[in-house]
């Protein structure tokens, strides 16, 4: 959003309304709250986890018209259709998908529209999709094939609720990194609904991408192991958890972006999230665009970061993060209060079951 301050003061407003009517029903008869946002912005739409009841809120997919603006380039032409996650990983032929909170809180089912060949979006022209991401993407799926190839076991045991130490396990990988950010944060660019010249993070976004020898210092960048199925994609929103200290906090404190698919889910910040238990790749980066990293990858990140207390003392919960972590709004202990963003972002954001 163009405001980051005047988002995240309502943000903070909502903070406050949603702990005091957590478990409660809020006074309004709708059950969901509305608030009005800047005079550049429709609505702010917000469910938080005090709500017993939600009213049913459809957000029609909108196909962006053949001739528009390419989110990458800016320029008005003939646009494409763009695979997130990325076509060369293959997770599945087809998905099923709706709109993030289309009317209920959500749940890792089934979901209505079909799409053949995985999520897509027709938000960019030929040249970003094939010349420019394509030549990053061929990066990417060499990447994930290595990842899986080294946590498939730890992402099974993690679904099955096997007690281990996640503390000490970790996976070390040697790749193109500032190939690797760039198709990852070029398919938060196009998974983007409408057009947007306005937020500061995507203007960021189209400067990195289109300069090979910037490193990676306007946005965070951060990634967990994403042991699931589903596919989440949600762009510029904000949300909070029930424990936000400077050791601990189970949810992101800043303007965040994410784009959640087995193995790893990804999630870009205007903020530090370390304490979130997440890894922050984007640390990596260098101005050579053909340097390889060893990055590691923590298989804590699939759990929360919150202390239980022991007899010996704190130690990590062994506590897995859910599917739609930190979009999770629940009454539980780990979920977020609220997720808040305007209606443009709830009406592109996707959910999806690969078939």
């Not at 976004?205 to 946005?219: A, H, Q, V």
Request: glycine share 6%.
């Amino acid at each position: 959003m163009e405001n980051d301050k005047d988002f995240l003061w309502e943000l903070n407003e909502w903070s406050k309304y949603a702990s005091k009517y957590k478990n409660k029903t809020p006074p309004n008869e709708s059950y969901v709250a509305y608030v009005k946002a800047r005079e550049d912005c429709k609505c702010i739409y917000i469910k938080h986890s005090g709500i017993r009841r939600v009213k049913e809120l459809y957000y029609k997919k909108k196909k962006r018209s053949l001739i528009d603006y390419c989110n990458i380039c800016g320029r008005k032409t003939k646009l494409t259709w763009d695979h997130v996650p990325p076509k060369s990983v293959k997770i599945g032929d087809c998905a099923y998908a709706d709109t993030l909170f289309a009317g209920e809180i959500p749940s890792e089912t089934k979901y209505g529209k079909k799409y053949q060949n995985g999520v897509k979006y027709r938000t960019i022209c030929q040249e970003c999709n094939g010349d420019l991401l394509g030549k990053y993407d061929k990066c990417y799926a060499r990447f994930i094939e290595v990842v899986n190839q080294s946590i498939e076991s730890k992402c099974q045991d993690v679904l099955n609720g096997v007690v281990i130490n996640p503390i000490d396990e970790e996976v070390t990988v040697e790749v193109q990194i500032n190939k690797i950010l760039r198709s990852i944060l070029g398919h938060f660019l196009s998974m983007k609904a409408v057009y947007d010249k306005d937020t500061t993070v995507d203007e960021y976004l189209r400067l990195y991408l289109k300069d090979e020898s910037l490193e990676l210092t306007g946005i965070k960048l951060y990634t967990w192991l994403y042991p699931y199925s589903t596919i989440i994609n949600l762009r510029d929103f904000a949300t909070r958890g029930k424990i936000d200290s400077d050791d601990y906090r189970t949810h992101p404190c800043g303007m965040i972006s994410i784009m959640n698919s087995y193995p790893l889910a990804y999630m870009i910040s205007t903020e530090n999230e370390n304490s979130c238990c997440v890894d922050d790749i984007g640390r990596y980066s260098t101005e050579n665009i053909n340097d390889k990293v060893t990055i590691t990858l923590h298989i804590s990140t699939a759990y929360y970061s919150m202390p239980l207390r022991t007899d010996d003392g704190l130690m990590a919960a062994v506590k897995r993060k859910e599917f739609s972590w930190p979009a999770n709004v629940s009454d539980d202990e780990f979920g977020a209060l609220f997720v808040l963003g305007n209606d443009q972002i709830m009406d592109g954001s996707t959910i999806a079951i690969q078939k």
